[in-house]
Structure formats: C-alpha cells, structure tokens
C-alpha cells in the first residue's frame, strides 16, 4: 500500500515538472506600449554608423538627380512642343500666302486669256524699252512678241507713241516675220497705225 501511494506521488510530480517547463518555453509576454515607444525613440537617438550615413546620402543623391532629370525632360518636353506649335503657325501662313499668290495668279490668267483687262507689266521694262534705239530694241522685240504677244501688245501701248512707233517700224523692216507682228501690233491697238507726235 505504501508502495502504491509512492508511485501516485512520483507521477504527480513528474507532472508538475514537465508542466513547468512548457510554461518555460513559451513566448515572453508583449511588452507594454509605452516600453516600446520608449525602445523605438532610443533606437531613433543613437547615432548612424558611417555604413548608414553613406547609404542615406547616396539615396537623397540619386533622389534629387531623378528628381532634376525629370525637370530637364519636361523642359524640353515644353520646349519641343513650343516649336511644333511655331512651325505650325508658319506653314499655316505660309499656305494662306500660297493661297493668295496662287488665286492672284488666277486671276492674272483669266485676265490675260479673257484680254477684258489690260495686261500688267512692270514700268522697268517699259523704260528699258524707251531708252534704247529702235534698231537695237526691234529683234528682241520680236523674241518678246514670238513668246508673250499680249505684254509685247501692253508694251507697246505704255510707250510713248513716238518711241513705240519708231520701234514697230524697224520690227516691220526687219524681216516679213516682223511685218506680220507690226501688222498684229496695229490691229490689237485699234489704231491702224501709230501716231508719230507724241
């Protein structure tokens, strides 16, 4: 009997120790929340060793060189985008000057072809034209007419009469070519035949 209660009695303690040591391997209790703010601060106050300033450094390096690229990117982007609308606004011009010159054009061969109105030529040529001597100006008065017979009309027309007659008359002496042209100067005139006085 004496023998039983001594093994009941060892059992028990066997338990008790193996039950204490399951509570001995379990995790230690949290600590309270104002320990670990106090640890956090703490860790927050000691100084960074060289290895970690470096790599701080570096980091706001690479921040702040990504940082103005992107700025350098935009600029140009801004820049870019600036001259397309500038080229832009030119071609826009120069179409509706295009346009322009091209509906003036138009209108100079209508008028040319309908011969409603009298053909435009510059002042210059008809000066050229005055200032030389008739025997001198009539061949290529011929070329002129062969080429452009309504300005050689205008020509002749813008003169003064004395020179344009002086000028009709050697073109009809040069060749039976020029007396065809003198006679088509005198019927587009209307006159039959140029006045000498002026």
Do not use: C
């Not at 205008?154 to 004395?162: A, F, Y």
Request: without cysteine.
């Amino acid at each position: 009997m004496n023998i039983k209660r001594f093994v009941v009695w060892g059992l028990w303690v066997s338990v008790a120790v193996s039950a204490a040591w399951v509570f001995a391997q379990e995790d230690p209790p949290p600590a309270d929340p104002p320990a670990q703010a106090e640890q956090t601060a703490a860790a927050a106050d000691e100084p960074l060793s060289e290895e970690q300033e470096a790599t701080k450094a570096v980091s706001l390096a690479d921040l702040e060189y990504a940082r103005e690229t992107i700025m350098a990117e935009r600029e140009t982007a801004a820049k870019q985008k600036r001259r397309i609308e500038q080229l832009l606004e030119e071609l826009k011009n120069q179409d509706e000057a295009l346009g322009a010159r091209e509906e003036q054009i138009q209108q100079t061969i209508a008028s040319f072809r309908s011969g409603q109105d009298e053909f435009e030529i510059p002042i210059q040529l008809v000066q050229h034209y005055e200032s030389r001597r008739a025997t001198v100006a009539a061949p290529d008065f011929i070329k002129l007419y062969n080429k452009e017979p309504m300005v050689a009309v205008t020509l002749v027309r813008r003169m003064k009469k004395k020179k344009s007659a002086k000028l009709i008359d050697e073109v009809a002496k040069l060749s039976e070519n020029g007396k065809r042209i003198a006679a088509s100067i005198h019927a587009a005139i209307g006159t039959g035949k140029l006045e000498e006085t002026n």
